[in-house]
């Protein structure tokens, strides 16, 4: 099981999420979860070296804390 938690990503009241370190780790499938990320919510795609797609809107546009669990690429 894979885990990576990443502080000071940006979340948008829409389905991306950027400004992470490194997606290198990161695949489609995996879990995530942190404030404004409604429960069950999984990445849908890795869009670049610093951004991903998720399944769901995050509520919020923030700069948060988002653990994101599962196997890894």
């Known amino acids: 099981m894979f885990l990576l938690v990443e502080d000071n990503?940006?979340?948008h009241t829409n389905t991306t999420v950027d400004s992470i370190v490194s997606t290198?780790?990161?695949?489609?499938g995996m879990a995530?979860?942190?404030s404004g990320i409604p429960a069950g919510t999984y990445i849908v795609s890795v869009d670049s070296a610093t951004a991903v797609t998720i399944s769901?809107?995050?509520?919020?546009?923030?700069?948060v804390t988002v653990t994101f669990t599962g196997d890894s690429a």
């Open 9 to 11: 990503v940006a979340t």
């Open 24 to 28: 290198t780790n990161l695949r489609a």
């Open 32 to 34: 995530v979860s942190g």
């Open 56 to 63: 769901q809107a995050a509520t919020a546009s923030a700069s």
